[in-house]
């Protein structure tokens, strides 16, 4: 087990009786879910897998853990088809059947996309092992859900020392998702799939307010290219193109205005991220953000409705 | 000799002719450097040792590079005292020392603080060895210029699989300055330290889009005190007390309303980044920002003046 691999990203008997209360909810896929989804004014909502995830174990067991979790998803999105969808669990340990399964979640399964909770056992996404997932992804066209965890076990220990809330949602969250986006932009995989999409979560883990700063050595032709990777073209037009961002866990109006100014809403996407936030919050705070009525509706869920193919 | 402290933080083959003229205008301290100013219209400019400074060196070698580099600060100012202040270069490997220097530096050669380049070869400034610099620097009541550098050598490695540049400015710079940021607020230094000042450049190295987030596991109060750290109040409340961010090498609107909207025009502070940005264009940045001419003339002078003590 790796750091931050402990049931949920914490241990439980730090967090008695919340941690308790939240796995309660996520594993309720059904009235207490429809209930607080109804208060929030909240019409649909896509399920997936909480963080670790299937990435945590040995490749068999993670294999069969994510083929139980597809399938457990599906059940519960046909009991409420007009309210639910799903992102597949992934064990992409085992890359090429990481693949297949991806591609029979999407087909036999009806679920709309992967969710991978950034390293997998410590190693990183853009590694090629992994590209066949990326490839299938793209293949399908549908969008793989780059979700945080702690950071990578090679680089968690400056966040560990003085109480291990540093390593979560308040920093390392964002640092390990934001360094795994950054590293997969680097490595090419935008170039040879040029339709793959990805999803970051809380408004864009950071990389959209550094937008500007990201292109900082592909701006300057005497940087050459031992200096930066070979890629076809600066980091901010894959992100522009390849990324969409979803608001959860991130009720700030200056924070959501540097990334609507920068990236528009057509590529921006409500979270209301139940059961970890309050999903009415979430829902009032896109209610009363500076932006158009249409973009509104665009973050509400046009966006989700064209990603996720659901009208 | 650590990762990235060959030469500025590149290795100098790679950049040459360019990087050889950075250099050279890093190093003069007369007339290149007003002419540079005057064409901008920037009336003074702060001075300091360019990263990654003293803190690579062994304590001696540090400490004495350290005090040679005030001394010539001190110079260039007197030689143009209405053009120029400094903050003083300091060798944290001798914590001691290096808060002795600070003192003489500010009292006895007329600096205006200090500047540090984020980690001392490899250990993090929150550490309580490195304490008495910034017992000196509230003591004396100057600010300390967190500057970044590249990701520390425990935490490098996944930075430099694509090319150096995820280590650099693009990415790594900002990573490694925010998580040093993060560890001074969770050491509680603020706490025994509460009229300390930290400058950010880069529009804040990223800390003031998260602000929200900051706070995750503090307004979460089932969240116990193993989780987080010992300290008297949120991170956001030491970021709007204790931190000043400037715009160095960030002219983007949007990454600027973020901070602007969220820390307010009181702790900002224009900066020109020269000579590795452009000093026209980051004047020109903070004359077009959608702000109040109060509070553009606060960035542009006003704050820094309070600040630095030159009215």
Tied chains: 1, 2.
Excluded at 101 to 130: F, P, Q, T
Excluded at 135 to 155: G, I, K, R, Y
Excluded at 228 to 257: C, Q, W
Excluded at 292 to 302: L, P
């Amino acid at each position: 087990m790796y750091k931050g691999y402990v049931r949920l990203w914490y241990e439980p008997q730090i967090w008695e009786p919340h941690g308790l209360q939240i796995e309660d909810s996520l594993l309720d896929l059904g009235k207490r879910r429809l209930k607080n989804m109804d208060e929030a004014g909240i019409d649909m909502q896509v399920l997936s897998l909480s963080t670790p995830g299937c990435e945590q174990f040995g490749a068999t067991r993670g294999m069969a853990l994510s083929r139980k979790t597809n399938e457990e998803l599906h059940k519960a999105i046909n009991k409420y088809p007009d309210r639910f969808i799903g992102l597949a669990a992934l064990a992409p340990q085992s890359p090429e059947e990481a693949a297949r399964e991806l591609e029979r979640a999407v087909k036999e399964l009806g679920l709309k996309g992967a969710k991978i909770n950034s390293h997998i056992r410590g190693s990183y996404l853009d590694e090629k092992k992994y590209w066949p997932i990326f490839e299938a992804a793209e293949s399908l066209d549908v969008p793989v859900f780059l979700h945080p965890n702690t950071p990578n076990p090679s680089t968690i220990k400056p966040y560990l020392d003085h109480g291990f809330a540093l390593a979560g949602p308040a920093w390392g969250f964002g640092a390990e998702a934001a360094l795994q986006a950054m590293r997969l932009i680097y490595s090419g995989i935008f170039d040879k799939y040029p339709g793959l999409k990805i999803i970051l979560g809380h408004l864009g883990e950071g990389l959209i307010f550094w937008m500007y700063r990201l292109d900082f050595s592909f701006k300057r032709p005497w940087m050459e290219e031992e200096v930066r990777p070979r890629i076809k073209r600066m980091p901010s037009e894959y992100i522009r193109d390849n990324f969409y961002v979803n608001t959860s866990g991130m009720h700030s109006v200056p924070a959501f205005l540097s990334v609507y100014l920068e990236l528009g809403a057509d590529h921006m996407m409500f979270a209301a991220d139940y059961p970890y936030e309050n999903s009415g919050e979430a829902a009032r705070f896109i209610e009363e953000i500076p932006a158009s009525n249409i973009d509104k509706e665009k973050i509400q869920h046009s966006v989700a409705e064209k990603l996720f193919k659901l009208a």
